[in-house]
């Protein structure tokens, strides 16, 4: 089950998104990536884990519209863009099967789990970065250092134990709804931060989403 998890929610992600971001805006990668709760909960229906329930189904994908809203930019698109949004897609499925798989882990400890499932994709990542080309062309400043501790701690480590809690205590539909907040938050530290435009469609987007998830939960609880 370990080798599973690493393999669907660390190693195909980490390479796919990487390879499919390179092409296509941020904005166009998060939207693919929103598509992973869709996957979780038709995954669930098929394995008979979970009832097929339409406004569940709706709010998710009011939730994906949302994002659509915040996060659209029109781009042309060529057969190298169609390549980035399938690898995306797999992306999101892969992410969508890792937490289908966390509900039959068993120890209550989650950052057990998340230790044995980074080791085990680590342990699978260094083969294939050996092969990779400029693999160990390193010119990194301690700006970009800093980064990638921080990347690693915070975003992977952290984030991956968060998840494990998210799906034990909750359902792994519920955990993957964090998808929907990630460009949401993203989209508003742009604005405090950064100092971006507040739009309309941010506005917009932002609500719509967070309704989104107020009617998922409203029917999770009903």
Not at 12 to 29: D, L, T
Not at 45 to 53: E, S, T, V
Request: net charge neutral; no cysteine; glycine share 4%.
């Amino acid at each position: 089950m370990y080798i599973l998890i690493a393999i669907f929610e660390v190693v195909i992600p980490f390479i796919f998104i990487v390879q499919g971001q390179r092409y296509i805006s941020s904005g166009m990668a998060s939207i693919i990536i929103a598509l992973t709760p869709v996957f979780t909960l038709f995954i669930l229906i098929l394995i008979r884990q979970r009832k097929f329930n339409l406004v569940e189904i709706l709010a998710l994908i009011l939730g994906i519209f949302g994002i659509v809203i915040l996060s659209w930019n029109p781009e042309k698109l060529g057969l190298v863009e169609y390549v980035s949004l399938g690898l995306l897609l797999i992306a999101s499925l892969s992410f969508a099967i890792s937490l289908v798989l966390m509900q039959n882990l068993q120890d209550d400890v989650p950052i057990h789990h998340m230790r044995n499932v980074l080791s085990i994709a680590t342990i699978i990542l260094i083969p294939i970065t050996i092969f990779s080309s400029n693999t160990f062309t390193l010119h990194f400043d301690s700006l970009q250092w800093s980064s990638l501790i921080i990347l690693g701690l915070v975003h992977s480590a952290l984030a991956y134990v968060i998840y494990n809690i998210l799906v034990r205590q909750y359902d792994a539909v519920f955990a993957s709804l964090s998808n929907y907040i990630v460009p949401v938050v993203g989209v508003l530290l742009g604005v405090l931060i950064l100092h971006e435009h507040l739009t309309l469609n941010i506005i917009i987007g932002s609500a719509v989403v967070l309704l989104s998830l107020i009617i998922s939960q409203q029917v999770k609880s009903g």
